[in-house]
């Protein structure tokens, strides 16, 4: 079975442009979330969706970020404009949702790392 | 107080050490709690699922203590190999489905 994907890997990019992230999560699985990791720290949620909708996205900072998921299969995170605090590991994950407590366990892509210059 | 909290270490054991960490978390709503294991660079990967009664897989053991809040996470036999960073993970309350992270515990075995 193949894992989450996550494109692209790096991505240099500088200070006021865009940038975009993609996901696809691993197949049958209805919950996706998309996490910030800084280095030493712990991930830290962005947002979760269940299927096509947006079910928590309180910790996303929507002036400049942004995200979707049509058709509840793959996903899309945005920056624009990226600033150089933005500079982390955008990980996507992706679990089978609700009970039981196995079906919380969640799955990570290899993440992408953004550096804003 | 941090939601969930854990020892940053490192903790540094030989070969065949056994080493426990906790970790405390601040909901007492919490129900669901998870180990992740997460190498230099790498993606976090799943450990183990934390559950009431306790669980073992192999060298690895996690227990819930519900009455102060934490976790713990025991390997027996550390290998070279299980030098990592291991992530304590609680729901935030119960069904919410709100994953919060620590900011892990580095382990180094030494030869």
């Known amino acids: 079975e193949a894992g989450v994907v996550q494109s692209p890997r790096y991505k240099i990019i500088e200070k006021k442009q865009p940038v975009a992230f993609w996901c696809n999560p691993i197949?049958?699985?209805?919950?996706l979330y998309w996490y910030l990791q800084n280095l030493g720290q712990g991930p830290e949620l962005l947002i979760r969706y269940e299927n096509e909708e947006a079910v928590d996205d309180s910790q996303l900072p929507k002036d400049r970020f942004s995200a979707e998921r049509l058709k509840g299969v793959d996903s899309t995170l945005k920056i624009q404009p990226a600033e150089l605090g933005d500079s982390a590991v955008y990980l996507c994950?992706?679990?089978?949702?609700?009970?039981?407590?196995?079906?919380?366990?969640?799955?990570f892509g290899p993440g992408t790392r953004l550096t804003v210059l | 107080r941090k939601e969930v909290e854990q020892d940053p270490g490192p903790f540094n054991v030989p070969e065949g050490a056994t080493v426990a960490f906790n970790c405390t978390y601040s909901n007492s709503a919490s129900q669901s709690f998870f180990w992740y294991r997460q190498d230099c660079r790498k993606e976090p990967k799943l450990l183990m699922s934390?559950?009431?009664?306790?669980n073992e897989d192999g060298r690895f053991t996690a227990q819930l203590n519900r009455a102060s809040q934490y976790i713990s996470l025991l390997i027996r036999d550390s290998k070279l190999s299980d030098s990592a960073t291991y992530l304590c993970?609680?729901?935030w309350g119960s069904g919410t489905y709100k994953y919060i992270f620590g900011t892990g515990t580095r382990l180094k075995v030494l030869a």
């Open positions: 934390v559950y009431s009664s306790g």
């Open positions: 994950a992706s679990s089978r949702g609700a009970n039981p407590i196995s079906y919380n366990e969640q799955f």
């Open positions: 197949s049958g699985h209805n919950t």
């Open positions: 993970v609680a729901e």
